[in-house]
């Protein structure tokens, strides 16, 4: 195990959490793109940095350019295609910090205080990036949370853990019951983006067997908000 950095681009430079022969544990910042995306202008990606440094480090997950937090990459493509099972199997136990809107209280029916979302979820087409609520043609999506605390007056920390991975799941699941996450420039009005200059989610825990050893994984990474 070690702790290392790489640095490029203008966010700062990428924390190694974790690293060995099968994978690399990073922290990602907010900001940075996983992968490339469309255009000269979103070619600087946290896989481009780390493949500069080990060239055999492929993606098998990612988190949204305004997420920070926890992030694997595979050594090689046999490590990549068995973690990549794992993710699809729900073998990997993802947990997440994030701030949201208003006073959020457990519902009364939480088990153990993790209160459940369970909501479908769909492309909105029209308005792409973006999803949406879908009833009729969304895919399940599930998403456990509790409260961890008040944020001042009208904020709360909370924890979450997505069952399901859809894209912007957390996001539009607390969007959903009217308790967007600060910041958040897609699922929140104006005045509750405007309340922070980032998106306040986290990417706090990844709890996994090592693909190679077959022993438990904990890797953690503190919300930096």
Known sequence: ??????????????????????????????????????????????????????????????????????????????????????????????????????????????????????????ADWPRRPRQRVDAAHGKPSLTRWRVLGREGDNATRVELEPVTGRTHQLRVHLAALGHPILGDALYAPDIVQARSGRLLLHASRLELTHPASGQPLLLQSAAPF
């Not at 544990?25 to 990606?45: I, Y």
């Open 1 to 122: 195990m070690f702790d290392g950095s790489v640095k490029g681009g203008a966010t700062p430079c990428l924390r190694i959490l974790y690293g060995d022969d099968s994978l690399l544990a990073l922290d990602k910042p907010a900001g940075l793109l996983s992968v490339p995306g469309r255009g000269e202008d979103k070619q600087d990606c946290l896989s481009a940095r780390i493949q500069a440094g080990y060239p055999d480090a492929l993606i098998v997950h990612r988190l949204d350019q305004a997420t920070s937090g926890l992030l694997l990459m595979a050594r090689g493509e046999v490590m990549q295609r068995a973690l990549s099972r794992d993710f699809a199997a729900r073998r990997v136990h993802k947990r997440y910090i994030a701030v949201v809107d208003g006073r959020l209280a457990a519902p009364g029916d939480a088990t153990e205080d993790w209160g459940v979302i369970d909501l479908p979820l769909a």
